[in-house]
């Protein structure tokens, strides 16, 4: 119903949302969010090892959450937010229809109650 | 304004929604029964609305298109049961881009004086489906996750 559902795949979503599933990955995004880090810099504030952070950034990457790069000896993980605002809109969309269709019922018998008759369509729009 | 209440248990095939309305009951009526009312309400700004077809009566097809200025067309449709009433208006709902899962969508006015109250209840085939068409984003275990995906997406949003 919103256009946004319409680009993106069932099997993307299912990628997004299972990253998302995690708590330690939530937070590792969440980290990123302030900025590209390394492994060891990811790992510091966790009580997990760093092959168990590996782990979840090679999760995280296979959603298209995260994108990686070596600088010298190290491997940076950075934020890639597109995943994110389509799973957003895409949850958003049920909530947003009825609010604004809601919105749009309050304007509407408003303006009957002000005019006592019915307002002509602006956009010309029903049969 | 009132806030527009959703809900959705984790595992059940429900939505209920509920919104107060700062207008008598026999008005909001009206505007859920005559076609060129609905079309100036139902669904976002963002899409043109045409009511193609609207028998507001037991058994009577009901069918409205949403179209984008993309030349996108989302079209929905079902059946009437029972003659609608502000006490009761249920009607099948599918969307056409989605089909063969339907849903069973009631819709009551309570009746409160200068104000209505609104309340929706959508009962769809499976969890799955209800999930898939509602997008409400209160599924099973997801709550948190949502919670942060806005904390995050603000924060991406003012990074941008």
């Known amino acids: 119903m919103d256009a946004s559902t319409i680009d993106i795949t069932e099997e993307q979503l299912d990628a997004v949302f299972g990253a998302l599933a995690d708590r330690t990955r939530r937070s590792i995004l969440a980290r990123l969010a302030e900025g590209e880090a390394s492994v060891n810099e990811l790992c510091a504030p966790f009580a997990v090892s760093q092959p168990a952070i590996s782990q979840h950034l090679k999760v995280l990457e296979r959603a298209g959450l995260i994108s990686r790069s070596r ?27 009825w609010e604004e269709s809601y919105e749009r019922l309050d304007e509407l018998l408003d303006a009957i109650r002000r005019d006592g008759s019915v307002p002509t369509d602006p956009g010309g729009s029903s049969s | 304004m009132t806030e527009l209440k959703v809900t959705a248990e984790p595992g059940s095939h429900e939505v209920r929604t509920e919104r107060e309305i700062d207008a008598p009951r026999d008005l909001v009526f009206r505007a859920f029964k005559e076609p060129e009312l609905l079309a100036q309400w139902l669904g976002p700004r963002r899409y043109e609305m045409e009511v193609d077809t609207y028998e507001f009566h037991d058994g009577g097809r009901w069918r409205y298109l949403h ?39 009631t819709a009551v006015l309570e009746d409160r004086g200068e104000k209505t109250l609104v309340r929706t209840v959508s009962v769809f085939q ?35």
């Open chain 1, 71 to 97: 600088k010298g000896t190290a491997r940076l993980s950075h934020l890639v937010a597109e995943p994110l605002k389509e799973a957003v809109a895409w949850l958003g969309g049920y909530r947003e229809y």
């Open chain 2, 67 to 105: 179209k984008d200025d993309q030349g996108n067309t989302f079209g929905f449709h079902g059946v009437f049961h029972g003659d609608p009433t502000p006490d009761g208006m249920v009607q099948t709902f599918e969307f056409e881009g989605y089909p063969g899962h339907v849903s069973l969508d």
């Open chain 2, 126 to 160: 499976s969890v799955e489906d209800r999930d898939g068409m509602v997008q409400a984003g209160m599924a099973d275990g997801m709550r948190e996750a949502y919670e942060r995906l806005d904390e995050l997406t603000a924060k991406l949003i003012a990074n941008s």
